[in-house]
């Protein structure tokens, strides 16, 4: 510990940094970690050293040994299903030497300033803590190798650790790392620059191909079992609603149905009737834009979750609806045909090379088209719940977040407490998607446990609440024109892309979208086409707008990889063939000369826009599909690629369309390249779930709002996909796993191409366009 | 008023309203926390549990209305281990986040048991009423495949 290295906190770099981010409309965060080390160093950081926080490498951090031998190591990162958890801790083990059977991991509470960053966002978790856990994990190593030389009065040197033991190698004896904790322990922490990492000859855990692989299970006795399968299985693992003290109370919130509507009145008499009610309070909430805040409105609080649901229905509320202005008159419907006329004029330029009105003038043919994303709730399994209690001018919460930090900061201002003085224990979370980076949950437990002070308070999401109330991802207008000249080949590309803003929660609504929206997958849209223009116009927000797992992504990939196959139609030429012209040859772009500064945070020459790494997905998701092939009537085949989180993906889907408009995907093949493979068990996991995702998101989702109100609030309204909408097989196709590749996201760019790949597939089944999403009932009849 | 309830084996007085969705009552009064809330409705099957034998949406049946007994994810393993089912889960890796998973699991165990080999269409029609947002759809049906085929049982 004493070679801590000083990391400065940056407070609420969520928001400050944010903005300042939007207002240079390139970085989402330019948080620069300040070094005494490296003081002279002025260079921009990138990768895990620009995030809040930074990276920590510290072994005595993140491991450690008991006298039984048992290895604890130190997850900081949030478990959603990404298998973090057990990824991270592989990571360590495989490079300290430690046994899977002795290995158990303890997860980390919110505390930036000594574990690093712990904001699980933006599918960064193994690409940036690969290293900083391997370097900490040889760290260990080495000081347990020290502690045996010591032990042996022998060189170093001669000493090297084994599987959970050290080796005196020129006369055989061992100590088990267990007897050599205590020692390691007291000695001081190897220079960062003396670590030797294993070589991959010798690594046992790590980038091993081991599980279910492509629905057939291998065998791989050597596999280390996931970290809370049995918990899981057996339903002792513990997510944010399994957090349950004796002298708990249980609260539900009725909150305003407009964003930006607050209350005008309410009586309570009726639920204070309700057997288990304790009392009904309030919780203020924020106007807009709200940031993290709470929204504001009415706790029931009652003995347990039923009676406080309970109590909610038999409230009486008045809203004051005038408060929230525009917002009370917003409907989905007329705000779609709004941004699909605004589409037809210009807007903001992003990007420009050639001369569009020239190309387009000249074309012997054009194209033009328009499509539509709605609105989507992310409803992970889990709806939002935490815990918090505030005692002795403490504050502690339990609950399943994304964002460690902002919830500790979000708390600390809820209690009017000290960030110091406020302790988030971070549950497993059943599902995250991008809701759970958002604290407001904890936030209103916090607020609400404050008026119970002593006492653990529950605030309980229902479904209802989840799908009316949450961040909702932006709802999106894309037009696409397109010019070809006489052969069909590309000369110009137009494309005018719409959406409210995530800028808008933080700040007055910007209306356009920031740099980190536009950068993923709009700017950095790679067709090697001479004339380009790319334009934002305005489209302003009406409700709360966030994160949902791939955020801006599943827009842009849907139109613009719906528009090449629509080129590719009109110039009579084969889509994967008309794809790879469109990509034109291999090349590395420098992102800034498409104006994109932002990069998803990495350096922009270790992580260029790899025109090869596309074509390579391509060529081997069409490969492996059969591209091509004769199919029975109805059915067709899709194909999409997108690069997102430093990723590349290719998917094709195979899809039957039935009389009555039902949609079957027989199979779904999907080229992944995000560098080294770390777990590919887990990342084979995370795309075969994507592809699920992404079909309900082609399929079934959508929220729609009128007056102000989300028209959906369960599951028998806002549809996500069941296994009878799975693909009948999936199969992963991991490329390029070199070592050295420069590692990307995975949790993440599996999903944007799922959605264009199916309607390109519905469309080589039927001939029918799809550009609106959700497909929904557009093939019945 | 209390009435009894008998869960996993063991009877227990219960106290909660009659009213009361037995997973609120399984919960919060009985700390049996393995059967989750997802919907409240019966359109997820987050709370599924066995109802004697039977596969039983939890956060829509009022406990009043359990006069059988009642199997939650806790009571599925015996003292020989994990039931064929868990142990296929863990086989397969089926989880990601693993909120839905003990419904999932209480749901594949219910139809095996009615029917010890479904065909596909069979288990996709059953295992439909239970969501998976992280969309383990491909790994829950191979897990229930293997059982069915008798590689795990």
């Known amino acids: 510990m004493s070679q801590d290295r000083e990391m400065p906190m940056i407070a609420n770099v969520s928001r400050r940094h944010f903005l300042k981010g939007l207002a240079a409309s390139s970085a989402l965060v330019v948080a620069v970690r300040w070094d005494p080390l490296l003081a002279e160093e002025e260079e921009t950081q990138y990768g895990a050293a620009a995030m809040p926080g930074g990276w920590v490498d510290n072994p005595n951090v993140f491991i450690h040994i008991d006298a039984d031998g048992t290895v604890t190591v130190v997850n900081h990162r949030s478990e959603m299903g990404q298998g973090i958890r057990t990824s991270l801790v592989m990571v360590a083990a495989d490079e300290l030497g430690a046994d899977w059977d002795r290995v158990r991991v303890e997860q980390a509470p919110a505390n930036q300033e000594k574990y690093g960053n712990q904001n699980t966002d933006g599918s960064r978790s193994m690409r940036h803590w690969f290293s900083p856990m391997r370097r900490a994990a040889a760290a260990a190593r080495s000081m347990l190798e020290q502690a045996a030389a010591n032990e042996w009065g022998v060189p170093k040197e001669e000493c090297r650790a084994g599987v959970h033991l050290v080796r005196h190698e020129p006369s055989g004896r061992e100590l088990g790392f267990g007897e050599l904790a205590g020692r390691a322990r007291e000695l001081s922490i190897p220079d960062r620059e003396s670590l030797t990492l294993k070589p991959d000859s010798e690594l046992r855990y790590i980038s091993r191909e081991t599980g279910m692989v492509n629905g057939e299970l291998r065998d791989d006795s050597a596999r280390p079992p996931a970290i ?11 997510f944010g609603g399994d957090v349950i003290f004796d002298d708990q109370l249980f609260a539900v919130v009725a909150r305003p149905p407009v964003y930006g509507a607050n209350l005008k009145s309410v009586d309570d008499a009726e639920a204070l009737k309700v057997p288990g009610v304790v009392k009904v309070v309030t919780i203020e909430g924020a106007d807009p834009p709200a940031g993290f805040e709470p929204l504001g409105g009415v706790a029931v609080v009652a003995e347990n979750t039923w009676a406080a649901i309970e109590g909610r229905r038999a409230l009486s509320i008045e809203w004051n609806l005038e408060a929230a202005g525009d917002n009370a008159r917003y409907d989905t419907e007329a705000y779609r045909k709004a941004l699909e006329e605004a589409a037809q004029s210009p807007g903001k330029t992003i990007r420009e090379s050639g001369n569009i009105e020239e190309a387009l003038e000249k074309a012997d043919r054009r194209l033009d088209a328009t499509y539509y994303m709605p609105h989507m709730a992310q409803a992970p399994m889990e709806p939002p719940v935490a815990v918090v209690r505030f005692k002795d001018g403490k504050g502690e919460a339990w609950a399943p977040v994304q964002h460690p930090r902002a919830t500790r900061e979000g708390v ?20 995250g998607f991008g809701r759970k980076s958002k604290p407001d949950f904890v936030m209103e437990a916090a607020s609400v446990a404050r008026q119970f002070e002593g006492r653990p308070v529950r605030v309980q ?27 069909g080949k590309a000369i110009g590309w137009l494309h005018r892309t719409l959406s409210p803003s ?82 034109g040859p291999a090349r590395r772009i420098d992102p800034a000369t498409f104006n994109d500064e932002w990069n998803y945070g990495e350096d922009p020459e270790r992580y260029p826009i790899n025109v090869g790494r596309m074509r390579a997905v391509v060529e081997r998701a069409t490969q492996e599909a059969g591209w091509g092939r004769e199919l029975p009537p109805g059915r067709g085949l899709g194909l999409a690629m997108h690069h997102s989180f430093v990723s590349y993906t ?40 994507a592809c699920v995702m992404g079909i309900g998101i082609a399929l079934h989702s959508e929220v729609t709002l009128s007056e102000g109100v989300v028209a959906q609030d369960n599951f028998h309204q806002y549809h996500i996909p069941r296994m009878e909408h799975a693909p009948r097989e999936v199969r992963v196709h991991l490329v390029n796993n070199d070592p050295n590749a420069p590692m990307g996201g995975v949790g993440e760019p599996g999903l944007p191409p799922v959605a264009p790949a199916l309607c390109n597939a519905i469309y080589a089944a039927t001939g029918q366009r799809i550009r609106q999403l959700p497909v929904a009932d557009q093939l019945a009849g | 008023m209390s009435r009894s309830l008998r869960v996993n084996g063991t009877d227990h007085e219960i106290h909660s309203d009659g009213e009361t969705p037995l997973l609120w009552v399984l919960r919060d009064e009985l700390g049996l926390k393995g059967s989750k809330f997802g ?33 939650t994810i806790e009571g599925l393993a015996t003292e020989a281990g994990l039931h064929p089912v868990q142990e296929a889960w863990i086989d397969h890796n089926v989880p990601q986040c693993g909120y839905c998973q003990s419904g999932q699991v209480m749901s594949a165990v219910a139809l095996l048991e009615e029917e010890p080999n479904p065909d596909d269409e069979r288990i996709r029609r059953f295992m439909s009423g239970n969501l998976c947002r992280c969309g383990t759809y491909p790994r829950i049906h191979a897990a229930i495949r293997a059982v069915a085929d008798g590689g795990d049982a």
């Open chain 1, 461 to 487: 999401w229902t479904r209802e609440d989840d799908i009316q109330h949450t961040y909702f991802h932006a709802n999106s207008v894309d037009r696409l024109e397109a010019g070809l000249d006489a052969d």
């Open chain 2, 39 to 71: 919907c409240g409705i019966g359109q997820c099957g987050a709370c599924t549990v066995h109802i004697d034998g039977r596969a039983m949406r939890s956060c829509i049946t009022p406990v009043q209305e359990v006069s059988a007994p009642v199997t």
């Open chain 1, 502 to 583: 995530i800028g808008s929660l933080f700040a007055e609504d910007p209306e356009h979208k920031g740099g980190f929206e536009l950068g993923m997958g709009f700017n950095t849209m790679p067709f090697d086409i001479p004339a380009i223009r790319l334009e934002n116009p305005k489209a302003s927000a009406h409700v709360r707008i966030g994160w949902f797992r791939s955020v801006y992504n599943l827009p842009h990939a849907f139109a613009i990889q719906s528009f090449a196959a629509e080129m590719a139609e009109a110039a009579g030429r084969d889509h994967r063939d008309y794809l790879l012209e469109l990509l």
């Open chain 1, 650 to 689: 290719a998917v094709v889907m195979e899809v039957e369309v039935q009389d009555d408009g039902g949609v079957i995907v027989h199979r779904a093949d999907m080229a992944f390249d995000c560098g080294r493979q770390v777990n590919p068990e887990r990342i084979r996991s995370q795309l075969e779930g």
């Open chain 1, 412 to 431: 600390a201002g809820k209690l009017g407490l000290d960030v110091e003085d406020v302790t988030v224990n971070v549950t497993l979370l059943g599902g």
């Open chain 1, 228 to 238: 809370d399968g049995d918990g899981i299985v057996s339903g002792s693992a513990v």
